[in-house]
Every structure is written in C-alpha cells, then in structure tokens.
C-alpha cells in the first residue's frame, strides 16, 4: 500500500466536513483521527505529513509496537476495548475513546491516581443496542454519570459511538443524535464532556451533521485493510 494520494483524499475529506458541518449547524470543530490499525508505521508517517496529528488503533499491542517504529510527534487515541490487566498502558495515549464498564473506570482512575495526573477518556455508548457491541446503554448514564464523578483519576471528556454497519440513514441519525443527547447529559452532570467521537469512513458526513467532534477514518484515507 502507498499512500501517495493520502493529502488529495484528505483534502476532499475535509471538504466533505466543511460542508457537512454547515448543513448541521452545530458550529463544532471537527478533528479526523486516522485510523492506522493493521497497517504499519508508514502510515503514521504518511499521516503526520499529510497534516494528521491524531491517529487511532484499536489494539494496545498493536499500537505500542508501531509507537517504537515511528518518531513522528503524533497523538495516540486507544479506539478498542482496553483490558483491565493493561490499564497502565494507556499511559502512552492522550485519549481512551472506549470507556466500556464501570470496573475499566477504576483500574484507570487508579492509574491517574498513581500518575498524579487523570486519564481522559470517552464514555462508549451503545445506542443501537446490538449485542456485538459494547459500551453502556442511554438508560445508565445518569448513574455512570454519578458514579465517575467520584472517581478522582479519570476525566470524562465526552462520548464516542459506533454505528451499525448496514444502517440506513435514518438509523444513523437517530443512533448518532442519541449519542450526542448522551454526551449533552453528562454535560448537565458537571462532567467537561464536549466530545463527540462519532463517524467512520462510510458514516462520517452524517456524524458530522448529526454534531461529531472527532471522526475516525480508516479505510477512506489509507484504503482497505486486508486483516
Ligand atoms: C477500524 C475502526 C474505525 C475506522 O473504520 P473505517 O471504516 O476503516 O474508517 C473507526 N472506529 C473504530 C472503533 C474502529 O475499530
């Protein structure tokens, strides 16, 4: 895989943005996180140069192994589910987008504790209600809300979801709106929750008029993955 025509595709992409943006109204700004998960350093690099300096993966073996193999000054995102047995591995992320369980809230806010400095992570909401997915139902927020207010060594800086794959425009704007009504309610908790991490490669325009602050892209700028 080269990526070449990595900043043609992300020009257009965030034209695609700009625009999308403006038909939502919301006034937000969006950054593109760039998924790199199952391609290699190279990648990284091409996306730094490109003018991406967020980039995602959703293994933390995965992602630890490529930090060694590029020295470019990107920030890492943790997009996958994080096992409690490493919590301490988010140490080299600057945001965990998928907060799933109220028992990964506690290994980390011990890490943040023992760090003298809290880790920023986004609540993982299942709004669809598919099994296949995890994160917390809307219904339990309010108390999650409640609950991660007393834990001192873990900031909530938002929400992040996942759409069906196959939904129809319809589904997405009402899984995407729901995830932004969750975001609004831990808001009203107290919590500095402005994130939105919402969109992928074939739903990110309307995650972006349904409010997204931050869209995760994989395939639309490098391509498909063969893994
Ligand atoms: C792989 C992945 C993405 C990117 O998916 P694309 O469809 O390739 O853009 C976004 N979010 C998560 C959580 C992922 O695992």
């Known amino acids: ?18 625009l999308a943006a403006e038909r939502g109204g919301f006034g937000q700004h969006v950054t593109v996180v760039a998924v790199t998960k199952s391609h290699g350093p190279e990648a990284v690099r091409a996306a730094f140069h490109a003018g991406l300096a967020d980039v995602g993966e959703n293994r933390v073996q995965e992602a630890l192994n490529k930090m060694q193999k590029v020295d470019v000054p990107v920030r890492w995102h943790l ?19 998928s907060l799933d369980s109220s028992r990964l809230a506690d290994a980390l806010s011990d890490v943040g504790r023992q760090r003298g400095s809290p880790v920023d992570v986004l609540l993982q909401i299942n709004v669809s209600g598919e099994g296949t997915k995890g994160g917390f139902a809307p219904s339990e927020l309010a108390l ?14 938002g929400v992040m979801t996942m759409a069906p794959l196959d ?3 319809e589904e997405l704007r009402r899984v995407f709106g729901g995830a932004r009504e969750g ?8 919590h500095p929750a402005a994130e939105l991490s919402m969109g ?3 739903d990110y325009e309307i995650a972006v008029e349904e409010g997204a602050t931050m869209v995760r892209l994989g395939t639309t700028l490098f391509g498909a993955r063969d893994t």
């Open 183 to 190: 975001r609004d309610v831990l808001a009203r908790a107290g």
């Open 144 to 157: 999650e809300a409640d609950r991660l207010a007393r834990l001192t060594g873990v900031v909530l800086r």
């Open 167 to 169: 939904a129809s425009e």
């Open 79 to 97: 997009i996958g589910h994080l096992q409690r047995n490493k919590a301490k591995h988010i140490d080299r992320f600057t945001l965990l987008h």
């Open 200 to 202: 992928m490669s074939n």
């Open 1 to 18: 895989m080269h990526f070449q025509d990595l900043p043609a595709r992300l020009a257009d992409i965030r034209g695609r943005i700009g």
